[in-house]
């Protein structure tokens, strides 16, 4: 068992849109921010976009604007909400501890097909 367990992929068609969700273990400290990440196929692993203890966000370009990034404390949860989603969008999500990178699990597939 991984420390994160991700959910929410889907294939779907242009424009439209999702919600990830990644369930963090106990072991997670809350004081950290999280991130979420994905690899497209052939493509390196790239950050999407992070969420702080606090609350503060940020967000690649690529995302910027059409992406929410939040956390329940009491759940230890972190969602990823992407609207117009295009095929730039396709590719296996991950969730992780920006700075630490704790072991990377399954994320789900995202696959978004014209």
């Known amino acids: 068992q991984g420390q994160f367990v991700e959910s929410g992929g889907d294939l779907v068609q242009p424009g439209g849109s999702l919600r990830l969700s990644c369930a963090a273990s106990?072991?997670?400290?809350?004081?950290?921010?999280l991130g979420w990440y994905r690899q497209a196929p052939g493509k390196q692993r790239d950050l999407v976009a992070t969420?702080?203890?606090?609350?503060?966000?940020w967000y690649t370009a690529s995302v910027r604007g059409r992406s929410t990034i939040s956390r329940d404390h009491v759940k230890n949860t972190m969602y990823l909400e992407m609207n117009s989603l295009n095929p730039e969008d396709t590719a296996v999500y991950y969730c992780?501890?920006?700075?630490?990178?704790?072991?990377w699990g399954q994320g789900p597939q995202v696959t978004v097909s014209s």
């Open positions: 969420i702080s203890s606090g609350g503060t966000t």
């Open positions: 106990g072991s997670i400290c809350s004081r950290r921010g």
């Open positions: 992780n501890v920006p700075g630490m990178l704790v072991s």
